[in-house]
């Protein structure tokens, strides 16, 4: 059986099915980096998100230091006066 190449970038969006969406671990290989991979896997994902939320969509995320300028270039927004948290298990 012939093997899948790796991927050279990935995303992840989890959902409730309705409202809500937390988009995670967006990566690109570092051999790949900037050249639009990044963007075009947060596009792709939003974009699925468009096509199957209602109008308004609760999209967030937790934004590594790394992804911060292309989260910003896309519109992504700060969530003051909210602030992301964790619980460490
Ligand atoms: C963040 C990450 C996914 C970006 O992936 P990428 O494929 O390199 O991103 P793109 O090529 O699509 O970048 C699009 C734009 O985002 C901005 N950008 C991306 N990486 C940047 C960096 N390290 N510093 C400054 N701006 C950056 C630039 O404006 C870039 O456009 P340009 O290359 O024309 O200047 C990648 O650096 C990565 O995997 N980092 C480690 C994992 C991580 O921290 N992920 C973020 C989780 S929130």
Redesign the pocket.
Known sequence: MPQSPDPA?MGRVIGDGTWYFHLAD???DPV?????????VLEDLVARIDAAAPPHPCIA???????Q???R?LGVVDSAPSQGMRLPH
């Open positions: 970038a967006i990566a690109t790949h980096q900037r050249r639009g991979l990044g963007r075009a995320l937790l934004a590594d230091p790394p992804g300028p292309l989260h270039l």
